[in-house]
């Protein structure tokens, strides 16, 4: 699995030189983002919009190099895309330059942005605008200011987001929902329940976050603790990470702690913890066979942090659904 993705020139040059941005890494000034004024919004852009993005083309770059799932979308001649919290728009950039570079048969994209913040979405209407995105697909963008105050306010807003999207992305946006005091500590299972509803029959939703502590507990726990107690509805599985597909109804996923790294455009370490979900039967249907003489690694740089119910001889990235 690729883990690392630098800007395109095309893309570097819009953040950097015709919006002047810098790389001010600061994660205590960009916990909260929502009222960011203009400034902001461009430090922002140049700190953590490569973060996205690398991370984003990462993951898709893994996905569509596995053949079952490829052989699926390379049916399709258009996708529909919701990113829920978008901010200035790595996540959904990075998955629309994978498309690009793998997915030579799609021609028309329609993209539904939510955010708080009408200037950091100024930015990603811009982005999908330019020439290397617009003349690889038609896109239709649909960019809604979405001025989340409460949980009622979620619950409403997202039982009017439409469905049968192929992808939902929400990047690093429940820790900051739950910052506010919006969602509690079962913020990703809340979100979890709202969006997965909305994923077309084949499609699937990759839920994000920053490696953060939230009263008292890490980010990554909590997230797989989330996804853990939606999975046993049964309607809806784990892709990725691996063992999570296989192990959900037995995990302690109180004590998983997962920490996967990535890497590109920018110098500050990027740690995030990440789900891919979707439809059961679909997700069955597509699954490998679980390697059980495998050890599944949670931690790509920390080769003794492996998944506790896999415990094989060779050596194997939770992550990674091709090895």
């Not at 992305?169 to 509690?184: H, Y």
Request: aromatic fraction near 12%.
């Amino acid at each position: 699995m690729i883990t690392r993705k630098d800007l395109p020139e095309w893309l570097h040059d819009y953040i950097f030189v015709q919006q002047g941005a810098k790389e001010r890494p600061n994660p205590q000034e960009f916990k909260l983002n929502l009222e960011s004024g203009t400034e902001k919004n461009n430090d922002y852009l140049g700190t953590y919009f490569p973060r996205s993005f690398a991370e984003s083309y990462c993951i898709h770059q893994n996905l569509f190099s596995f053949r079952p799932y490829r052989d699926v979308l390379n049916q399709k001649d258009s996708l529909r895309i919701l990113t829920f919290g978008c901010g200035t728009g790595g996540d959904v950039t990075g998955l629309l330059c994978a498309i690009s570079d793998m997915l030579p048969n799609i021609k028309a994209i329609d993209v539904v942005a939510y955010d708080g913040n009408s200037i950091a979405m100024k930015h990603l209407d811009d982005i999908l605008s330019l020439p290397p995105l617009s003349s690889s697909f038609a896109i239709t963008k649909h960019c809604v200011p979405l001025p989340i105050q409460s949980l009622q306010d979620l619950t409403h807003f997202t039982s009017n987001f439409g469905g049968g999207y192929d992808f939902i992305l929400s990047f690093k946006f429940v820790n900051e929902l739950m910052q506010m005091k919006i969602l509690g500590r079962d913020g990703f299972k809340s979100l979890t329940e709202r969006l997965a509803p909305l994923l077309a029959t084949e499609g699937l939703m990759i839920l994000l976050d920053v490696r953060a502590v939230y009263c008292g507990e890490w980010q990554p726990k909590n997230l797989n603790k989330g996804i853990s107690d939606f999975s046993k509805s049964n309607a809806y599985k784990t892709l990725i990470p691996i063992p999570c597909h296989f192990n959900d109804n037995r995990c302690m996923s109180q004590r998983c702690f997962i920490d996967k790294r990535f890497y590109g455009s920018f110098t500050a370490n990027d740690q995030v913890t990440y789900r891919v979900i979707g439809h059961s039967q679909f997700i069955d249907g597509l699954y490998p066979n679980f390697d059980a003489d495998a050890t599944y690694i949670r931690n790509k740089d920390g080769v003794q942090d492996v998944c506790p119910v896999t415990k094989g001889m060779s050596v194997k990235d939770a992550f990674d659904i091709n090895n």
